[in-house]
């Protein structure tokens, strides 16, 4: 089982998924890519995953272009706001799926504040692949 989750900077929201699904099962294949990859990882979205004792900092933020030519069972976009478009996949796919996230790293406010929304949307991230993963990948 190959699964590839796509946003457009690979630095925040499809890292802690990529966290997320890999840490249900590690029998799954996962990566995780961007259209306009960062080349770095949210500090934030490391932190409050190893809060919870999952490491992604050696993750790293990668072109959606190193996976064009390989065949996916999945292939998941997170990116949520409707200001914010989803990126396409022109691979070859099993499966399309959309399970949408706000941006926590586009919070602003107090410290407080920006770290409550990262833990918000590490735990619905967590709740949404959590559901994917029962309903599409354990029973398989």
């Known amino acids: 089982m190959k699964v590839l989750i796509l946003c457009t900077g ?41 809060e919870i004792g999952i490491d992604i900092s050696g993750h790293t933020s990668d072109s959606v272009q190193k996976y064009l030519n390989d065949e996916w069972d999945y292939v998941i976009t ?14 070859k796919v099993k499966h399309r799926l959309h399970i949408g996230f706000d941006d926590p790293s586009h ?5 407080e504040f920006i770290m ?4 918000r949307v590490r735990d619905e991230i967590k709740d949404g692949f959590y559901k994917f993963y029962l309903e599409n990948i354990k029973q398989a």
């Open 10 to 50: 690979n630095s925040c929201r499809s890292q802690m998924a990529h966290g997320f699904l890999q840490s249900f099962d590690q029998n799954i294949e996962v990566f995780s890519a961007g259209t306009e990859a960062s080349g770095k990882l949210n500090a934030k979205a490391v932190q409050v995953m190893q």
């Open 116 to 119: 409550s929304e990262f833990h």
């Open 107 to 111: 919070a602003q406010g107090s410290d």
């Open 78 to 91: 997170v990116c949520g706001g409707a200001n914010e478009s989803c990126p396409a996949f022109s691979g």
